[in-house]
């Protein structure tokens, strides 16, 4: 070949190089775009756009790295896992689309890390999840005992590798996990993975409290608070726990009313109000309110209406002289209506660090 020619063919291989360089700087330009507006849809909780978005990058990480490349495994998982059912996720309920993304970050979990990694646990757990919701809402029809089947031989095996593996945090992770999920042996989950915790790292560490926590939701009445007084005491200036304490209290406060225990709720709701505080001042907050009962009478004439109340909130988080405001129909919730809101209870009220009664509040 003569040396022009050599050098044309040269240039024009070097020129196709360089544009490939360009266009593949450009497609992972897109695809972090994408991938950080999908993000921000997440946590704005926008459904619609988070999905559109979602689906969006992982074709782009499809075209740029190929499907069983491991960022789009990853991309995978956290897709399907903005798609997860309840808590704080996108999706309140089952959704069918979710569960089939979960399936296949799990495949694709499986080429890249093989189906005995630890890194295979956690969409795993994401499949079971949503196994577990469509089991509850009763959505899989025919095939009901099939995904049952699978959602046990998924517990069977990512347990298996969870102890198996060297991660300290690994099992009772799964173990937590699986508890919150209604299945058949959640409190038994809860109460291995609070005793691994408490192994691992004794009964004061953050970790071990918060499962304990957990676990102790599975007991009723005098039980669960005496449980609950103990995580609080054995909590004590553990700082990493403080916004379980909030919620420590809360619950607590609940549990007594319902125990007629009114002093220890009235201890704990200034307890969880002065958590609250910042600055010297918070504002009084509504922690536990019962719907009225409705009246026969109403409910065999299928009447409705409502009520206006205004009461004082004491600075106690309770309710003083509850007066109708306002009602419709005249004579018939009323009363319900005031009997009900007797047992309302609220986190008071707190100005200068110190509990007060708030006049004029309407419900």
């Known amino acids: 070949m003569?040396?022009?020619?050599?050098?044309?063919?040269?240039?024009?291989?070097?020129?196709?190089?360089a544009q490939a360089a360009v266009d593949r700087d450009a497609r992972i330009s897109e695809l972090h775009a994408t991938y950080t507006a999908f993000q921000e849809a997440v946590a704005t909780l926008d459904k619609s756009l988070s999905e559109t978005l979602?689906?969006?990058?992982?074709?782009l990480s499809e075209r740029l790295?190929?499907?069983?490349?491991?960022?789009?495994?990853?991309?995978?998982?956290?897709?399907?896992?903005?798609?997860?059912?309840?808590?704080?996720?996108l999706y309140k309920g089952f959704d069918?689309?979710?569960?089939?993304l979960a399936e296949l970050?799990?495949?694709?979990?499986?080429?890249?890390?093989?189906?005995?990694?630890?890194k295979i646990v956690a969409p795993i757990i994401l499949v079971i999840k949503f196994l577990a919701s469509g089991l509850n809402h009763n959505a899989f029809g025919e095939s009901h005992k099939p995904r049952k089947n699978q959602l046990e031989i998924l517990i069977a095996h990512a347990e298996d590798v969870a102890k198996a593996s060297d991660d300290p945090e690994l099992l009772p992770d799964f173990y937590q996990n699986i508890s919150k999920l209604g299945l058949k042996g959640s409190k038994r989950y809860a109460e291995k993975a609070a005793r691994l915790f408490d192994t691992a790292y004794g009964p004061e560490h953050p970790r071990t409290l918060i499962a304990r926590m957990s676990a102790a939701a599975f007991k009723k009445g005098t039980s669960q608070a005496k449980v609950y007084e103990r995580i609080l005491a054995d909590a004590e200036g553990v700082e990493e726990f403080n916004e379980y304490r909030f919620a420590l209290h809360q619950k607590l406060s609940i549990s007594y009313l319902q125990l007629g225990s009114e002093a220890k709720a009235t201890r704990h709701l200034q307890a969880?109000?002065?958590?609250?505080?910042?600055?010297?001042?918070?504002?009084y907050r509504p922690l536990f309110k019962i719907q009225p009962v409705y009246p026969r009478r109403a409910a065999a004439r299928g009447?409705?209406?409502?009520?206006?109340?205004?009461?004082?909130?004491?600075?106690?988080?309770?309710?003083?002289?509850p007066k109708v405001l306002e009602s419709r129909p005249r004579g018939i919730f009323e009363r319900a209506a005031v009997e009900?809101?007797?047992?309302?209870?609220?986190?008071?009220?707190?100005v200068n660090g110190e509990p007060i009664e708030v006049q004029g509040v309407r419900n």
């Open 2 to 17: 003569k040396p022009f020619l050599i050098l044309l063919a040269s240039s024009v291989a070097l020129g196709i190089h």
């Open 54 to 59: 979602g689906h969006t990058a992982l074709k």
């Open 65 to 89: 790295y190929g499907a069983d490349h491991l960022d789009t495994a990853k991309l995978t998982y956290q897709v399907a896992y903005a798609m997860r059912p309840g808590g704080w996720s």
């Open 96 to 100: 069918p689309a979710g569960l089939e």
């Open 105 to 118: 970050a799990v495949r694709r979990y499986t080429t890249a890390f093989g189906m005995e990694d630890d």
């Open 272 to 283: 969880a109000g002065r958590l609250t505080i910042t600055t010297g001042d918070s504002e």
């Open 303 to 321: 009447i409705q209406g409502y009520v206006l109340l205004e009461f004082t909130v004491t600075s106690e988080g309770a309710v003083r002289n």
């Open 340 to 350: 009900a809101a007797q047992h309302f209870r609220y986190l008071p009220k707190y």
